[in-house]
Protein backbone atom coordinates (compact mmCIF):
# COMPACT_ATOMS: atom_id res chain seq x y z
CA UNK A 1 0.00 0.00 0.00
CA UNK A 2 1.66 3.33 -1.07
CA UNK A 3 2.14 6.09 1.57
CA UNK A 4 3.01 9.22 1.70
CA UNK A 5 3.60 10.86 4.76
CA UNK A 6 4.11 14.71 4.92
CA UNK A 7 6.15 16.74 7.32
CA UNK A 8 7.40 20.31 8.18
CA UNK A 9 4.53 22.48 8.10
CA UNK A 10 3.49 25.50 10.72
CA UNK A 11 3.20 28.82 11.67
CA UNK A 12 5.52 31.42 10.38
CA UNK A 13 5.61 35.13 10.20
CA UNK A 14 5.74 37.07 6.92
CA UNK A 15 9.13 36.66 5.15
CA UNK A 16 10.15 33.62 7.48
CA UNK A 17 11.01 29.99 5.69
CA UNK A 18 9.70 26.47 6.42
CA UNK A 19 11.23 23.66 4.41
CA UNK A 20 8.48 20.67 3.41
CA UNK A 21 9.17 16.75 2.90
CA UNK A 22 7.16 14.08 1.80
CA UNK A 23 8.31 10.33 2.03
CA UNK A 24 6.92 7.84 0.07
CA UNK A 25 6.78 4.28 1.19
CA UNK A 26 4.96 1.03 -0.10
CA UNK A 27 5.81 2.34 -3.97
CA UNK A 28 6.63 -0.49 -6.75
CA UNK A 29 6.89 1.32 -10.03
CA UNK A 30 9.60 4.08 -9.83
CA UNK A 31 8.06 7.40 -9.81
CA UNK A 32 7.93 10.03 -12.69
CA UNK A 33 6.71 13.19 -11.18
CA UNK A 34 6.49 14.26 -7.50
CA UNK A 35 4.91 17.74 -6.78
CA UNK A 36 3.24 19.88 -4.23
CA UNK A 37 -0.16 20.99 -4.36
CA UNK A 38 -1.87 23.86 -1.93
CA UNK A 39 -5.46 24.54 -1.40
CA UNK A 40 -6.37 27.52 0.30
CA UNK A 41 -9.96 28.29 2.45
CA UNK A 42 -12.66 29.01 -0.49
CA UNK A 43 -10.43 28.07 -3.36
CA UNK A 44 -9.09 25.06 -5.31
CA UNK A 45 -6.32 23.01 -5.19
CA UNK A 46 -3.63 24.53 -6.98
CA UNK A 47 0.04 23.37 -8.43
CA UNK A 48 3.08 24.84 -6.75
CA UNK A 49 5.56 22.54 -7.87
CA UNK A 50 6.64 19.62 -9.41
CA UNK A 51 10.13 18.13 -10.69
CA UNK A 52 10.70 14.73 -12.89
CA UNK A 53 12.77 11.85 -12.27
CA UNK A 54 15.24 13.73 -14.32
CA UNK A 55 15.33 16.63 -12.30
CA UNK A 56 13.91 19.41 -13.66
CA UNK A 57 11.21 21.40 -12.10
CA UNK A 58 7.72 23.43 -13.02
CA UNK A 59 6.90 26.28 -10.65
CA UNK A 60 3.73 28.44 -10.30
CA UNK A 61 4.25 32.00 -11.27
CA UNK A 62 3.20 32.92 -8.03
CA UNK A 63 6.49 31.69 -6.14
CA UNK A 64 9.01 31.43 -8.77
CA UNK A 65 12.20 32.55 -7.64
CA UNK A 66 10.72 32.04 -3.97
CA UNK A 67 10.18 27.99 -4.02
CA UNK A 68 12.48 25.41 -4.73
CA UNK A 69 11.86 21.94 -5.35
CA UNK A 70 14.17 19.08 -5.18
CA UNK A 71 13.78 14.81 -4.65
CA UNK A 72 15.75 12.33 -3.32
CA UNK A 73 15.27 9.40 -5.69
CA UNK A 74 17.00 6.80 -3.42
CA UNK A 75 14.47 7.91 -0.49
CA UNK A 76 11.53 8.45 -2.55
CA UNK A 77 11.12 11.97 -0.98
CA UNK A 78 10.63 15.39 -2.42
CA UNK A 79 11.31 18.65 -0.53
CA UNK A 80 10.04 21.94 -0.89
CA UNK A 81 12.09 24.92 0.53
CA UNK A 82 9.73 27.97 1.00
CA UNK A 83 11.64 31.22 1.11
CA UNK A 84 10.07 34.68 2.05
CA UNK A 85 6.71 33.17 2.61
CA UNK A 86 3.50 36.00 2.09
CA UNK A 87 0.10 35.85 3.94
CA UNK A 88 -1.22 34.35 0.68
CA UNK A 89 1.04 31.43 1.05
CA UNK A 90 -1.34 30.28 3.70
CA UNK A 91 -3.07 26.86 3.00
CA UNK A 92 -3.03 23.32 3.19
CA UNK A 93 0.10 21.62 1.01
CA UNK A 94 -0.66 18.38 -0.46
CA UNK A 95 2.29 16.57 -1.68
CA UNK A 96 1.70 14.32 -4.90
CA UNK A 97 3.38 11.31 -6.83
CA UNK A 98 2.87 9.96 -10.28
CA UNK A 99 4.12 5.74 -10.13
CA UNK A 100 3.35 3.78 -12.92
CA UNK A 101 0.90 5.42 -14.20
CA UNK A 102 -1.44 6.12 -10.87
CA UNK A 103 -1.89 9.46 -8.82
CA UNK A 104 -0.91 9.39 -5.26
CA UNK A 105 -1.71 12.02 -2.76
CA UNK A 106 -0.54 12.97 0.89
CA UNK A 107 -2.66 13.51 4.03
CA UNK A 108 -1.54 17.53 3.62
CA UNK A 109 0.40 19.63 5.71
CA UNK A 110 -0.90 23.18 7.00
CA UNK A 111 1.06 26.11 6.33
CA UNK A 112 0.31 29.49 7.97
CA UNK A 113 1.87 32.46 7.25
CA UNK A 114 1.19 35.56 9.42
CA UNK A 115 1.20 39.37 8.38
Known amino acids: QVRLVESGGGLVQAGGSLRLSCAASGIIFSINVMGWYRQAPGKQRELVAA???????NYADSVKGRFFISRDNAKNTVYLQMNSLKAEDTAVYYC?????????WGQGTQVAVSS
Open 51 to 57: IGRGGSP
Open 96 to 104: YVDSGGRGY
